[in-house]
């Protein structure tokens, strides 16, 4: 769960704590990324120090991680003091060339297996030129961490933001290569058919993403079992909020095989913040409607570091002069995901989702509006982490 300005992690952990109470076992993961923490102004230690507020405030007696999303060689060293979770970003080596000699080694390694594979129309050299270099930066990434982080952390391997889906054999071969090279993570996050844009539901034919999220499942079990893995090794779904349509599929197999799960929703709480400021109605529905107008006319600019996992269709997006009319009701029920009210905006929304940086530069005025609408805030935030996605996914 994510909060980019650093306000909600005493009402996410509440939300997190209650569907404990309901019997299941949810472990919280706050979440950041390097480029919210520069959009933003805030500091990686600024999360940690959230966490433990949390922590404390509300007696969590459990585990509790601080993530170092998406991070690179190049900005891995401004999380290892206050993160003990890692998200490793090898997308962009995806489709990279290996170095020769590891191509080599690792075909005539798996060769037992190539006649079999290739009467099946799967090629290790086709996976060693898409996958092997992406696998190394892993061992490289996940060797210099241990270096400075001996006691140990939750690791995690992203390779989600690329163009094409990952196949179960794909997956298979990144972990039992990953595993040669003596690496375990503890959940891995595949790419799979269909558009998980930001803040809005799922786009594609959800039979197909089933389909794959449930061999995806059962080859990690398999690859679990044949490689002895020790670490409990998860499925991750990322970009997770609000993908309402696929919740009961995964609810249904993650059953099915007694299998774990990461979810990301970080950057929902976000949203909900503007649905509360909107509620509030005032200072604070005028500083919701400004977000949309400025990220309207800077709709490139906000638009660029997403343009991988957005829909938006300008054509859907109303004229600001029009949303500075709207009173505080018909804001809300545009924003909020809510697919049965016929006033919902998918666009709308995704709009709001990537204007954060539009709050950031309004500075104290957004942050005391934050203050002092804390009711419709809160009740948002937790409201929408605990009945629309903990309840939905897991009951």
């Known amino acids: 769960m994510g909060d980019r300005f650093g306000c909600e992690g005493n009402v996410q952990l509440a939300a997190i704590a209650e569907i404990n109470r309901l019997g299941i ?39 509790y991680y601080v993530d170092a999303d998406h991070i690179t060689m190049s900005t891995v060293d401004k999380f290892l003091a206050s993160s003990n979770f890692f998200t490793l970003d090898v997308a962009h080596f995806i489709g990279k060339p290996a ?37 190394h930066e892993v061992r490289r990434l996940h060797e210099y961490i241990t270096g400075k982080k001996p006691d140990g952390f939750i690791s995690e391997v992203s390779m989600d933001e690329v163009s094409t889906a990952q196949g179960p054999m794909d997956l298979y071969f990144f972990i039992k290569e990953l595993k040669h090279l003596r690496i375990e993570v503890d959940t891995i996050a ?32 398999q690859a679990s079992t044949e490689l002895g893995l020790v670490r409990n090794l998860k499925l991750s779904v990322h970009s997770g909020s609000d993908k309402f349509s696929i919740y009961p599929a995964i609810q249904r197999l993650i059953d099915k095989h007694d299998a774990g799960i990461h979810l990301k929703t970080a950057g929902t709480t976000w949203l909900e913040e503007v649905i509360g400021l909107a509620r509030g109605g005032g200072e604070g529905l005028r500083i919701a409607k400004e977000i949309y107008a400025q990220g309207l006319a800077r709709f490139d600019d906000m638009a660029g570091p997403y343009a991988a996992v ?38 709308f929304r995704q709009l709001i989702h990537i204007s954060y940086k539009v709050a950031a530069e309004m500075g104290n005025e957004f942050r005391d509006a934050l203050v002092h609408y804390r009711n419709p805030i809160e009740e ?16």
């Not at 480029?35 to 500091?43: D, F, I, K, Y």
């Not at 798996?110 to 270099?133: T, W």
């Not at 269909?194 to 499942?217: A, H, M, Q, S």
């Not at 948002?380 to 982490?385: A, G, H, M, P, S």
């Open 310 to 347: 957005l829909h938006i269709d300008p054509g859907f997006l109303p004229p600001a002069r029009e949303v500075l009319a709207w009173r505080s009701d018909r804001f809300v029920r545009t924003l909020i995901h809510e697919p049965s009210c016929t006033e919902y905006n998918p666009h």
């Open 99 to 135: 170095e020769p000699h590891q191509k080599k080694e690792f075909v005539e390694r798996n060769g037992g297996q190539a006649r079999r594979l290739k009467d099946k129309g799967y090629s290790l050299d086709q996976f060693a030129d898409s996958y092997l270099a992406a696998i």
């Open 25 to 63: 076992p949810v472990v919280p993961v706050w979440n950041k990324s390097n480029r919210e923490h520069e959009l933003v102004g805030s500091t990686q230690e600024s999360v940690r120090d959230e966490a433990d507020n949390a922590v404390r405030n509300q007696k969590w007696k459990h585990n």
């Open 380 to 395: 948002q935030v937790y409201t929408n982490l605990l009945d629309r996605h903990l309840k939905r996914l897991f009951l």
């Open 190 to 221: 595949p790419k799979f058919t269909g558009l998980f844009p930001k803040g809005v539901d799922y786009e594609g034919d959800i039979d197909c993403f089933t389909r794959e999220f449930e061999e995806d499942i059962c080859i990690i079990n």
